[in-house]
Every structure is written in structure tokens, then in C-alpha cells.
């Protein structure tokens, strides 16, 4: 079994900063891509950010590039989204994911996904 373990979120004032973290545990598996996806109330789950497990290079959702930072561990398993100047907009529940054998910004692509994570902007 495998388990991403999302942790880090939480209410915050508009203009403030958050950093989620991934803990990936269980059992082994190779990893090309980690990806962070939200889900707002009422709308269909969107990317956010992604970066290849080996080599580091990201992708960013254009509403949140220059704003949210994709990093990785890879000794600890672990992964990050730094989240600088948040917007009331970027208010949903953000979801950590691992895709086996592709590089992609589609949710269907990816094999597993944590339980999520609420972050809360205000105004």
C-alpha cells in the first residue's frame, strides 16, 4: 500500500504565505512526477504544480506562477508547495499526487493521491 500524507494547511489572511508538505510512506514504488491539484466547493478538480521526481524541472498553473513554489526531497520522500501572496481564490483543498511512469499536469495521469489538505484565505 501506498500513502501520500499531506500536512501544512490552514487559514490564513489574503497576501499571506502557507507551505504544504507530502510525505510519501508505504510500500516502494518509482515515481516520475509529483503533482499538487485543488478542489474548490462547487468546482472540478485543477493543477496546480508539478516537478519531476529525478530531475527537479516544474510546471506551474499560470494563476499561481510566481507565487508557488514546487520543491522535492528525495531522500525523505517528501514534497512541498510554498505558497507566497495567497489569494481568497486560492481558498480549496489541495491534493498531493504520484504518477508511476508520466510527466503530466492531468489528475487521470496520476496513481496516487494524498487525503488533502484544506487551506482557507480571507479577505
Known amino acids: 500500500q501506498v500513502h501520500l500524507v499531506e500536512s501544512g494547511g490552514g487559514l490564513v489572511q489574503a497576501g499571506g504565505s502557507l507551505r504544504l508538505s507530502c510525505a510519501h510512506s508505504g510500500r516502494r514504488f518509482s515515481t516520475t512526477t509529483m503533482g499538487w491539484f485543488r478542489q474548490a466547493p462547487g468546482k472540478e478538480r485543477e493543477f496546480v504544480a508539478a516537478?519531476?521526481?529525478?530531475?527537479?524541472?516544474?510546471v506551474y498553473a499560470d494563476c499561481v506562477k510566481g507565487r508557488f513554489t514546487s520543491s522535492r526531497d528525495n531522500p525523505k520522500n517528501a514534497l512541498y508547495l510554498q505558497m507566497n501572496d495567497l489569494k481568497v481564490d486560492d481558498t480549496a483543498g489541495y491534493y498531493c499526487?504520484?504518477?508511476?511512469?508520466?510527466?503530466?499536469?492531468?489528475?487521470?495521469?496520476?496513481?496516487?493521491w494524498g487525503q488533502g489538505n484544506q487551506v482557507a484565505v480571507s479577505s
Open positions: 516537478i519531476s521526481w529525478i530531475l527537479g524541472n516544474t
Open positions: 499526487a504520484a504518477s508511476r511512469d508520466t510527466w503530466s499536469i492531468v489528475a487521470a495521469r496520476y496513481d496516487y
